[in-house]
């Protein structure tokens, strides 16, 4: 453990599974140079933030954790990376920053903080893969497989502000894995930009595609849980489907759609049209039981008409996505929709919003309530309060949200049979309890004797 006077520094992230992953590394590397990863309002003297550029709102919300953070640690220096910082247009306000870490040198970013700022950093003894993890009140960890991107969706800020495609050597993603594993934690999600090119760039090291990873982790590594984070839809490899027969592989994935029109895809420059996007849903769903699909949407798109959004409005409803992520187009400079013509007005994006927030609350309230009755593995992954008391907050396997009522004190961190039983009041989440008589058929919790008490 790191000295009492060690110093401390407290980690912020916005945007993406990716920034999160990328944060989770710089808390290890900190905690191999001494230093103490600071909790909650607990007070830092060093301040980092990996920020998101993915809308203009993402900046706005960059600069606004930049100035909340300097008020609440006024002594503390602030390093700040990811992709708001590593744009040249990107205003990050007047929050003092003291380092920039472009996105390009963000692997090396505690190396350079300590070198550049002169920071009091010593050396530590080697941190467990998982204590800064647990210390930030997280139980999945997130494994960065590649980052950047070679494709050109005109809306997209990311392969400006990430670069290109470069993947990680498959031997340290199945280390880390095993590492993580090894201290307690009971599930990963893979992530990066461009996921299913994983292996793809030229001279990689890696694995020589997004299944031959897949099929590595599960032979490799004895981790419980295994999620992907966001896939593009024409990037999954041939047999993709089958991995799915292992069920440590979790039943959910994130197929950005974007647009409903086949139309408004053509002008995203997107690669995939509504037929083939539905193909998929429909392999994936006769192939594997229980299948969740959840999606991005933009909204009001450059020349988006009327009748190119109710395409979208009908096939987001006729797929049955279990989660929507809904974004008002947001003009990014540099990017090619950002000079089209026919920007939509603000108040057109903010009601079509509206409209597609209505559909996306009943396609949720039907994929929790077509599992009511059913008893599935959940990850526990903290305690929370409502209006009717005390619940632990997790995940079932195809990623829907439960509320599990009556937990043992000890469950936070574990992963437990939970009897389905309603829609909350709120339709945010399945109202569960701990189904005891399927406890003893459960396998063993293989991070249980490693896990730290919570």
């Known amino acids: 453990m790191p000295a009492d006077n060690a110093p401390r520094v407290h980690l912020e992230t916005l945007g993406c599974r990716l920034n999160e992953a990328e944060l989770e590394g710089w808390a290890r590397d900190f905690r191999r140079r001494g230093c103490r990863i600071a909790a909650g309002d607990e007070p830092a003297d060093l301040l980092v933030v990996n920020t998101c550029a993915v809308t203009a709102e993402a900046v706005r919300k960059s600069r606004k954790l930049l100035r909340r953070l300097k008020r609440a640690h006024p002594g503390a220096r602030l390093v700040v990376s990811g992709c708001a910082a590593s744009l040249t247009d990107a205003d990050l306000g007047d929050a003092r920053i003291d380092l920039v870490v472009d996105n390009a040198d963000k692997d090396r970013l505690v190396e350079i903080a300590a070198d550049t700022l002169a920071l009091p950093l010593g050396t530590g003894p080697d941190p467990d893969a998982a204590d800064a993890l647990f210390a930030r009140g997280r139980q999945r960890a997130f494994v960065k497989v590649q980052d950047g991107c070679r494709y050109q969706c005109t809306f997209c800020i990311t392969t400006i502000a990430r670069g290109a495609e470069r993947s990680r050597p498959l031997a340290e993603i199945v280390a880390e894995t095993n590492a993580v594993a090894a201290a307690g934690v009971q599930e990963i999600v893979l992530t990066g930009v461009q996921l299913g090119g ?185 305690d929370n309060l409502d209006a009717a008391g005390p619940y632990a907050a997790g995940f079932t396997p195809g990623y829907l949200p439960v509320r599990l009522r009556g937990a043992p004190a000890d469950a936070v961190g574990r992963i437990v049979p939970a009897r389905l039983l309603r829609c909350t009041d709120d339709a945010a989440a399945l109202e569960a309890r701990l189904d005891t008589a399927a406890s003893a058929t459960m396998p063993p919790d293989p991070g249980a004797a490693t896990r730290p008490a919570q």
């Open 198 to 382: 994983y292996g793809r760039d030229a001279g990689s090291t890696a694995a020589p595609n997004l299944a031959g990873l897949i099929a590595a982790v599960l032979r490799d590594t004895d981790i419980p849980r295994i999620r992907l984070g966001s896939v593009e839809p024409w990037d999954l490899p041939e047999d993709f489907w089958q991995l799915f027969s292992d069920p440590r592989l979790m039943p959910h994935l994130h197929l950005p759609l974007q647009s409903g029109a086949d139309t408004v895809l053509q002008r995203m420059a997107r690669r995939c049209r509504t037929d083939a996007f539905a193909r998929l849903v429909a392999d994936a769903r006769s192939a594997i039981p229980d299948f969740q699909v959840s999606t991005d949407v933009i909204v009001g798109f450059p020349g988006e008409t009327r009748g190119e959004w109710r395409q979208t409005m009908d096939f987001v409803a006729a797929t049955g996505f279990s989660h929507l992520h809904i974004f008002p187009y947001s003009p990014r400079a540099g990017t090619r929709a950002a000079a089209m013509a026919e920007q939509v007005p603000e108040a057109v994006k903010r009601e079509r919003a509206r409209a597609l927030h209505e559909v996306g609350a009943v396609l949720k309230t039907a994929a929790l309530s077509a599992l009511a009755g059913h008893t599935l593995p959940v990850l526990l992954e903290g």
